[in-house]
């Protein structure tokens, strides 16, 4: 059985009781909600209900609507990527923030960019992702300044992302060169082989990674049988010559 999607471990049982209570609707609850974002952020901890609640409030309330707020949640739901966690927060912010403005004339300084901008440049970020554009997705997000401001108050983003890439491919990979495998963790020498032998638990040979086998990484032959009988044949093709009355 799945966990149930409003489910979060450790969540706190202030944060339960608005969740499950007619506060969830009340705008002062976006205090309380907005520490629990930075609370996620500082302690590697993810609520994705909770966030999409605050996002909620926000929708109904946009005087409390904090910039910085909207771009830490989502930058958490990067983290847990291929979720469909960044798409459900993109679908609660405002329509301004989905498209690029075309009056722009120059790229602001780190931190002052508008939230528009940081919507973007993250939902990018997730479009890499979700075509498995890993390198790509590393070297996006050292070309800018401000990828590193938005990223800064997510506690040990990029070995969040380095743990999710490996979990993704171990479901769909046995074996891989390494030098492919260190553009798409964005490591190389000691901290590789650290990252691989003791994060990840798997094998480096010679200049091949061997990932261990599991059920989403073993090929495995299907069998479809189908249970028709002929009497069910022969009503089709009775009904195909009927005449309509």
């Known amino acids: 059985m799945g966990v149930p999607f409003d489910f979060a471990e450790g969540r706190p049982?202030?944060?339960?009781?608005?969740?499950?209570?007619?506060?969830?609707?009340?705008?002062?609850?976006t205090s309380v909600l907005q520490e629990y974002v930075m609370s996620q952020c500082e302690s590697q901890t993810y609520d994705c209900y909770a966030?999409?609640?605050?996002?909620?409030?926000?929708?109904?309330?946009p005087p409390l609507s904090r910039d910085e707020t909207i771009s830490n949640i989502l930058v958490k739901a990067l983290t847990v990527f291929p979720t469909p966690d960044f798409s459900l927060c993109l679908s609660l912010l405002p329509?301004?923030?989905?498209?690029?403005?075309?009056?722009?004339?120059?790229?602001?300084?780190?931190?002052?960019?508008?939230?528009?901008e940081a919507v973007q440049k993250l939902t990018l970020l997730n479009n890499l992702?979700?075509?498995?554009?890993?390198?790509?997705?590393?070297?996006?997000?050292?070309?800018?300044?401000?990828?590193?401001?938005?990223?800064?108050?997510?506690?040990?983003?990029?070995?969040?992302?380095?743990?999710?890439?490996?979990?993704?491919?171990?479901?769909?990979?046995?074996?891989?060169?390494?030098?492919?495998?260190?553009?798409?963790?964005?490591?190389?020498?000691?901290?590789?082989?650290?990252?691989?032998?003791?994060?990840?638990?798997?094998?480096?040979?010679?200049?091949?990674?061997q990932v261990p086998l599991n059920k989403d990484n073993k090929a495995e032959g299907t069998v479809v049988r189908e249970n028709v009988k002929f009497d069910q044949f022969a009503r089709i093709v009775r009904r195909a010559y009927e005449q309509p009355a």
């Not at 329509?95 to 960019?113: C, E, V």
């Open 129 to 209: 992702l979700s075509g498995a554009d890993y390198a790509t997705f590393w070297a996006t997000l050292d070309s800018d300044d401000l990828y590193a401001d938005l990223v800064a108050d997510v506690t040990g983003f990029e070995e969040l992302m380095r743990v999710r890439i490996a979990v993704v491919l171990s479901s769909a990979i046995r074996e891989i060169q390494r030098p492919v495998l260190e553009g798409w963790l964005n490591l190389h020498g000691k901290e590789f082989e650290h990252f691989i032998k003791d994060v990840c638990e798997w094998k480096i040979e010679g200049d091949n990674v």
């Open 51 to 61: 966030n999409l609640a605050l996002l909620k409030l926000y929708q109904f309330n």
């Open 95 to 116: 329509p301004y923030t989905l498209f690029p403005s075309g009056t722009r004339s120059a790229t602001p300084a780190a931190g002052d960019a508008p939230l528009a």
């Open 13 to 29: 049982d202030l944060i339960n009781a608005i969740l499950n209570g007619l506060d969830r609707y009340n705008p002062e609850s």
